[in-house]
């Protein structure tokens, strides 16, 4: 029986790569009325998005490039959209 297992889909940049892996792990997720993404803050899926990155380097990367490069992304992206009004109590 012929088995096959899941790829990512190909991007272009390594930022881009980061993105996904942190999506797919659950670490970040876009603001669905602006698009922009947001850190979700969950240390489970920050860890699980660093294990990928470890492991599952794209061609041509280092396990150190591609974690260094999903710790970039991390530190850029805040946990609210800037284009969202701000929820008072």
């Given at each position: 029986m012929l088995v096959t297992?899941?790829?990512?889909?190909?991007?272009?940049?390594?930022?881009?790569?980061?993105?996904?892996?942190?999506?797919?792990?659950?670490?970040?997720?876009?603001c669905e009325e602006h698009g922009w993404m947001q850190d979700r803050s969950d240390p489970h899926a920050r860890e699980r998005a660093f294990v990928i990155a470890r492991q599952d380097s794209p061609a041509g990367f280092s396990p150190e490039e591609t974690v260094a490069e999903v710790r970039d992304v991390l530190e850029s992206i805040g946990d609210t959209c800037p284009e969202c009004p701000i929820e008072s109590d």
């Open positions: 297992k899941e790829r990512r889909s190909a991007t272009r940049t390594l930022r881009g790569w980061a993105i996904s892996v942190l999506q797919e792990a659950g670490a970040i997720r876009e």
